[in-house]
């Protein structure tokens, strides 16, 4: 069936005349800053007694009139003024939505979002509120403005003040009349301090998390999932454009050219051959490659591609000394198999080809659930591993969850992971409560077992499957990040990876401030490579958009080492939300586009489908997930490397195919390895005590 994608994207009208805004040197009640990188040539001949040189900012009240004050007609075919344009409008989808009584606050990458008030789904604990954010664009997509409408999800106001709770240690984020503000800021500026002290806290209500819903006794249900978000997201924005864009108040700033979200121009739109996507299993009894597209049905039928080196696996567990009858239930199946009419695990051993036996004597048990670690490392010290001949891997059962509200709780597994680690075995944690519903559901236990028999054969060292189509002799560097709210730092790590084989290399991490520490393990990564094989590229995959200082020393070291190879950047992020989306109108009402779609939203910048949707497909599994696509944006230091008009869809191709490398889960990923294994990395790796082994560094152990 041909698809007809739609988007997010709402096309408005460019003004019969540009607005005359207002601009002053001073700053006023009602003005706001025009920062100095959008000082054109028009502005600085109004203040031609000014020094501009030495000024950041400069103010406008944009089209409320200053006594005296000069003002300029705004060009809209300059692009700073273009930029003072934007702020305009987004000044107007501001100001509309205040005077409506509803909170406008900013997103995290500073566009406008509202929270409109649900009419259902409130209770006496909270309030609850659907987020819409705006981002404006202009000729993007077509030759017209763009006002791109995101869902951003919801938030849960309580209905208890902040000056009625006692627990205010687990107050984060609080809404204030119209606006939100964070309760532990730091008063580290006037400003900040001014507002602080005039807040009246009757009046200040904190936004739902999960720690202060716990100390507040507040029932916690279980998230809503829906298992398409495209129909929910679609449906969302649908109804708050008709409901609140689509009027004629609303079209006096907005005058939309047509109400309705526009379709995706024929020629933005293309496709990755799936076949690209092909990977490769282990050969059959004849020595014949098996090869397969997808592997939640490869892994049923086909052997890995690669057992671990050592064949003789060890398993032990570490649990609490009231859980050890239910781990003799879990052993069995993990080894044996489930019990249950339709079975697609038939036991570690059939399914991941690997022959593992229990360890006894390394079992290790503990009495004190909130503080195991100095009992495990008492019989840790008493025990003797033959490391020389065994492989071994040690299961823990978490008596906590990941989401238990205790930060000592959830460092418990890192402490673990980090000790066996160091003793040079593999850990996989397992959640007690889970692990009980799932021994009493035989039919569903065996999709977890069969993701823990994936990810426990990659951390010893095998490959459940590699690309099939190697064809390009290129390095590809990933460089992932992770935000530890907790500590408010990112930490970041690369992962490296040959493109002959997609097969994972090694990692380093290091504190986002390193940023030399990071180019000089990229510069390594390249040395190591081009010393034994000829490179058509360099190709890094960053998880933001590269800035000039994190490239220059890079470039810099393929310089020093006398490589005359392309060098090529992709900033991937992941489209959660405040961003551009498109969806596919003729696809029985599921809307998720074939995978390996691309759509190019601006130059070098494109949209990429992942999923598990491929043409010709009869029927698709909810179980498989409906992921949104991803933002891709290619650039290159050298001048000449997009001469080749087939670059680019390599490039695509390339994040296309390393997408289908993941081995935590059978499940397929919108976003590649090269971002997703840093991401891992970087979000446990600097929560160890003492570092990572250097001879841990080019092992999976992080699934």
């Known amino acids: 069936?041909?698809?007809?994608?739609?988007?997010?994207?709402?096309?408005?009208?460019?003004?019969?005349?540009?607005?005359?805004?207002?601009?002053?040197?001073?700053?006023?009640?009602?003005?706001?800053?025009?920062?100095?990188?959008?000082?054109?040539?028009?502005?600085?001949?109004?203040?031609?007694?000014?020094?501009?040189?030495?000024?950041?900012?400069?103010?406008?009240?944009?089209?409320?009139?200053?006594?005296?004050?000069p003002s300029i007609k705004l060009n809209l075919v300059d692009g700073r003024e273009l930029r003072i344009y934007?702020?305009?409008?987004?000044?107007?989808?501001?100001?509309?939505?205040?005077l409506k009584d509803y909170i406008v606050v900013k997103n995290f990458v500073g566009d406008v979002q509202v929270w409109m008030p649900s009419l259902k789904g409130n209770t006496e604990h909270y309030n609850l509120y659907y987020k819409f954010s705006f981002k404006i664009l202009f000729a993007t997509l077509t030759d017209l403005p763009e006002l791109v409408v995101s869902y951003d999800g919801t938030s849960k106001v309580l209905t208890k003040s902040v000056k009625e709770i006692e627990e205010t240690e687990y107050i984060k984020r609080c809404v204030y009349g119209q606006k939100t503000f964070n309760y532990q800021m730091d008063l580290d500026t006037e400003e900040k301090e001014e507002f602080y002290n005039t807040i009246q806290f009757e009046q200040a209500y904190p936004i739902f998390n999960l720690p202060l819903a716990r100390a507040l006794n507040i029932p916690i249900e279980e998230p809503d999932r829906p298992k398409n978000r495209y129909?929910?997201?679609?449906?969302?924005?649908?109804?708050?454009?008709?409901?609140?864009?689509?009027?004629?108040?609303?079209?006096?700033?907005?005058?939309?050219?047509?109400?309705?979200?526009?379709?995706?121009?024929?020629?933005?739109?293309?496709?990755?051959?799936?076949?690209?996507?092909?990977?490769?299993?282990?050969?059959?009894?004849?020595?014949?490659?098996?090869?397969?597209?997808?592997?939640?049905?490869?892994?049923?039928?086909?052997?890995?591609?690669?057992?671990?080196?050592?064949?003789?696996?060890?398993?032990?567990?570490?649990c609490h000394t009231s859980h050890k009858d239910s781990v003799l239930a879990f052993y069995q199946n993990l080894k044996e198999g489930v019990n249950t009419e339709k079975n697609y695990y038939k036991g570690l051993e059939a399914y991941v080809n690997i022959k593992a036996t229990a360890s006894k004597e390394h079992f290790i048990e503990f009495t004190n659930e909130n503080d195991p670690i100095p009992e495990i490392v008492e019989q840790l010290e008493t025990l003797t591993f033959d490391h020389d001949n065994i492989k071994y891997a040690a299961f823990y059962i978490s008596p906590f969850d990941k989401f238990t509200p205790h930060p000592d709780d959830r460092e418990i597994y890192i402490r673990i992971k980090e000790l066996f680690l160091n003793e040079g075995i593999v850990t996989q944690v397992v959640d007690y409560e889970k692990m009980i519903v799932n021994i009493q559901d035989q039919y569903n236990f065996q999709f977890s077992l069969q993701n823990m028999a994936l990810a426990i054969h990659a951390k010893l060292g095998g490959a459940p499957w590699k690309l099939a189509v190697t064809d390009k002799k290129e390095l590809v560097i990933g460089v992932g990040a992770f935000t530890n709210q907790g500590e408010n730092r990112r930490y970041i790590a690369s992962a490296f990876s040959f493109q002959n084989n997609g097969l994972f290399r090694k990692f380093e991490y290091f504190d986002q401030s390193e940023t030399d520490l990071l180019a000089g393990s990229i510069c390594k990564a390249i040395r190591d490579?081009?010393?034994?094989?000829?490179?058509?590229?360099?190709?890094?995959?960053?998880?933001?958009?590269?800035?000039?200082?994190?490239?220059?020393?890079?470039?810099?070291?393929?310089?020093?080492?006398?490589?005359?190879?392309?060098l090529y950047i992709l900033n991937i992020n992941k489209t959660e939300a405040e961003d551009i989306i498109a969806y596919d109108l003729n696809w029985n009402k599921k809307l998720m586009p074939v995978s390996g779609t691309y759509i190019r939203i601006s130059e070098n910048q494109f949209l990429l489908f992942n999923n598990a949707r491929y043409p010709n497909s009869q029927r698709y599994a909810d179980t498989d997930g409906y992921p949104f696509p991803i933002k891709i944006k290619v650039s290159s230091p050298d001048e000449d490397a997009f001469e080749d008009a087939d670059v680019v869809l390599e490039l695509l191709t390339q994040v296309y195919q390393f997408s289908r490398l993941y081995w935590k889960s059978l499940r397929q990923q919108n976003v590649p390895i090269t971002i997703k294994y840093p991401e891992m990395v970087a979000q446990i790796a600097p929560r160890f005590n003492n570092g990572v082994p250097d001879d841990a560094k080019d092992a999976l152990w992080f699934l």
């Open 86 to 98: 934007k702020q305009f409008l987004k000044h107007q989808l501001r100001s509309y939505f205040k």
């Open 529 to 566: 490579f081009t010393s034994v094989a000829e490179a058509d590229k360099v190709v890094i995959h960053f998880y933001k958009e590269m800035s000039y200082e994190e490239l220059k020393p890079i470039i810099r070291g393929m310089h020093t080492l006398g490589l005359k190879i392309p």
């Open 1 to 69: 069936m041909q698809e007809h994608l739609k988007t997010n994207i709402l096309n408005f009208k460019w003004p019969n005349s540009a607005p005359t805004i207002y601009l002053t040197l001073e700053d006023m009640e009602g003005s706001h800053p025009i920062h100095k990188s959008k000082f054109s040539r028009q502005i600085k001949e109004v203040f031609p007694d000014a020094d501009l040189s030495n000024t950041d900012q400069i103010f406008t009240t944009f089209t409320t009139e200053i006594p005296n004050a």
């Open 231 to 318: 129909q929910k997201y679609v449906t969302l924005i649908t109804n708050f454009a008709e409901k609140y864009l689509f009027t004629e108040e609303f079209k006096v700033l907005f005058p939309f050219k047509q109400d309705a979200f526009i379709d995706v121009p024929g020629n933005r739109i293309n496709h990755i051959n799936p076949n690209l996507g092909l990977l490769e299993f282990g050969k059959d009894q004849y020595g014949n490659k098996k090869t397969h597209l997808v592997p939640k049905k490869a892994m049923n039928i086909l052997d890995p591609y690669r057992r671990p080196n050592n064949q003789n696996i060890k398993i032990f567990f570490i």
